[in-house]
Nanobody
Framework: QVQLVESGGGLVQSGGSLRLSCAASGNIGNFYAMGWYRQAPGEQRDLVAMSFRGGTSTYTDPVKGRFAISRDYAKNTMYLQMNSLKAEDTAVYYC???????????WGQGTQVTVSS
């Protein structure tokens, strides 16, 4: 059973940066997909960015050009570099991993990101 632990959230001013980390048990080089989702109060959980085995990535439009997803295979850790943060980026950010295309996804516990305007 894959386990995921997020870290790196916090309070930052608008225009600032944060880097979120997602440490995984197991070899993430074998994972079909890993991604970041976020959920603001009263809202549904939405995809932010997804990284696929083979190197392709996808981003939701509001974060394109500002956020970057990456994997460190030596550390079995995925990152989300968030730059030019805006108040509307405030949410709980969740790490997600899918070992195989048919596998049920695994979720981390979430990390709070708060951007003050």
């Amino acid at each position: 059973q894959v386990q995921l632990v997020e870290s790196g959230g916090g309070l930052v001013q608008s225009g600032g940066s944060l880097r979120l980390s997602c440490a995984a048990s197991g070899n993430i080089g074998n994972f079909y997909a890993m991604g970041w989702y976020r959920q603001a109060p009263g809202e549904q959980r939405d995809l932010v960015a997804m990284s696929f085995r083979g190197g392709t990535s996808t981003y939701t439009d509001p974060v394109k050009g500002r956020f970057a997803i990456s994997r460190d295979y030596a550390k079995n850790t995925m990152y989300l570099q968030m730059n030019s943060l805006k108040a509307e980026d405030t949410a709980v950010y969740y790490c997600n991993a899918q070992v195989l295309p048919i596998s049920k996804a695994t979720w981390g516990q979430g990390t709070q990101v708060t951007v003050s305007s």
